[in-house]
């Protein structure tokens, strides 16, 4: 197996659109939550939302805006961002060993929702004639393959609330055991129509909103969590051979060391202890790191009364009680839940806290919860944190959990 070096960073996200952004206004606890102001939003029960500042026709010629879904529009500027950074890496390379990988959730759901608004909402039949092509979850990684010029494999991870580190998992296996010689790898969420956030009320796992400040709602590992709020956003990770990026003076970002999966095959929603354990357990297997080696955690962290309180358990499950002594941020305080982009930006997030030295919080956490007694970092940076490696947690709904070791570039 070969070392597996990160290269290009690109992201479009409420915390910004470049990493210098996400990484300053997380450091500094600034939320990306806001209160929706949209026609829609008097029939929400709770309109907020972690929203992109993002002018698609600024980004993009306005002949592709309309080809594409805004979640194919994140994932598209977020990728010409990496490669960018990767200064060089697509060049010279063998388009045939070279390859894309995205995760979403929800794909299209923009485009979907508006075709179902013209044909049961305005009783018409005029459905747009890109619909398919622009709602289909697949469409982000095809468009990143034709700009690009990537002729290897193109592939489309759906897993919910891991898909985009399942995502980032199998584009590492398949450049550490030799297939490809670069991988674009990461996922978008789009998932702000009308249609997903009723959907996502009517599961009951939306937080209430905080009347005093809206972009305090979504409270991580906090006794007084009510749930997620959901959020949009793309992040994209260039990766390749250690020696490669070494050998072509690549600026290098991080180091993937390990990924590891497990099935809760228990429950469609409730999560398991066992199963994030499992995962856990298993990235470090095949980073063949030792669980005292771990310096920092990015937690799951949705703010839903059972994901945390299991979260938390999982983790002393797998560190005994070295557990306590292990800084775990939940970013998503800040930037909410992406959905299936969710595990991309947190790995951004994970891989730029370890260049800069720096925990980052977990915001809004006032009222500590006895089922919730680990260090969450509260409410600010720990500066001067130097973490070597990493985990990046992700766990979704059906019960498939993903998890990424990552160490610091040296």
């Known amino acids: ?66 080809m594409l879904d805004r979640f194919s529009l994140l994932a598209l500027f977020a990728a010409n961002q990496a490669v960018h950074g990767a200064h060089g890496a697509l060049v010279d390379v063998d388009r045939a060993r070279a390859g894309v990988f995205v995760g979403t959730g929800m794909g299209g759901t923009l485009t979907m929702d508006s075709g179902y608004q013209t ?56 450049v550490a055991c030799g297939q490809l010689d670069v991988a674009i790898a990461g996922g978008a969420e789009a998932p702000l129509s009308p249609g997903s956030l009723k959907a996502w009320e009517a599961l009951h796992t939306v937080a209430t909103m905080d009347a005093l400040d809206p972009t ?12 997620m709020v959901l959020g949009e ?13 070494v050998a072509r003076g690549a600026d290098i970002l991080g180091e993937i060391l390990g990924y590891g999966q497990s099935n809760d095959a228990s429950h469609i929603t409730r999560p398991s202890v066992e199963g994030q354990a499992a995962a856990m357990n298993a990235a470090l297997r095949a980073a063949g790191v030792d669980g005292h080696e771990v ?20 983790i002393r499950a797998v560190f005994g009680v070295r557990a306590d002594q292990i800084p775990i941020s939940a970013t998503k305080a800040m930037h909410g ?32 919860d006895p089922d919730c007694d680990l260090d969450y ?5 720990r500066e001067g944190w130097a973490a070597q490696v990493m985990l990046s947690n992700s766990f979704a709904f059906g019960g498939t959990n993903a998890v990424l070791v990552l160490r610091r570039a040296r």
Not at 339 to 359: D, I, K, N, R
Not at 377 to 381: I, K, L, R, W, Y
Request: aromatic letters at 4%; hydrophobic letters at 45%.
């Open 295 to 314: 310096d920092a955690i990015n937690a799951h962290g949705t703010g839903t009364q059972a994901n945390d309180r299991c979260e938390t358990a999982a």
């Open 337 to 368: 839940h992406l959905l299936g982009a969710a595990g991309a930006l947190e790995c951004v997030l994970s891989l730029l806290a370890m260049q800069h030295e720096v925990a980052l919080p977990t915001m809004h956490l006032q009222l500590p």
């Open 1 to 66: 197996m070969r070392r597996v070096a990160v290269s290009g960073l690109g992201v479009v996200s409420p915390l910004g659109n470049s990493a210098a952004e996400v990484l300053a206004h997380a450091r500094a606890g600034r939320s990306g939550v806001r209160r929706l102001e949209i026609p829609f939003a008097h029939r929400l029960t709770a309109p907020i939302a972690a929203t992109a500042s993002f002018d698609e026709g600024l980004a993009f010629d306005p002949g592709k805006a309309r």
């Open 216 to 227: 305090a709602s979504c409270r991580p590992f906090s006794k007084n969590r009510s749930g």
């Open 119 to 174: 044909l049961y909402g305005e009783q018409s039949d005029r459905i747009k004639p890109f619909t398919i092509l622009m709602g289909m979850h697949n469409a982000a990684a095809a468009w990143i393959g034709i700009e690009h010029d990537l002729r290897g494999p193109n592939m489309t991870y759906s897993t919910a609330c891991s898909s985009s580190t399942v995502a980032i998992g199998e584009a590492w296996m398949r």
């Open 233 to 245: 956003g793309a992040a994209m990770l260039v990766i390749e051979p250690w020696d490669r990026a």
């Open 377 to 381: 970092v509260p409410n600010a940076a």
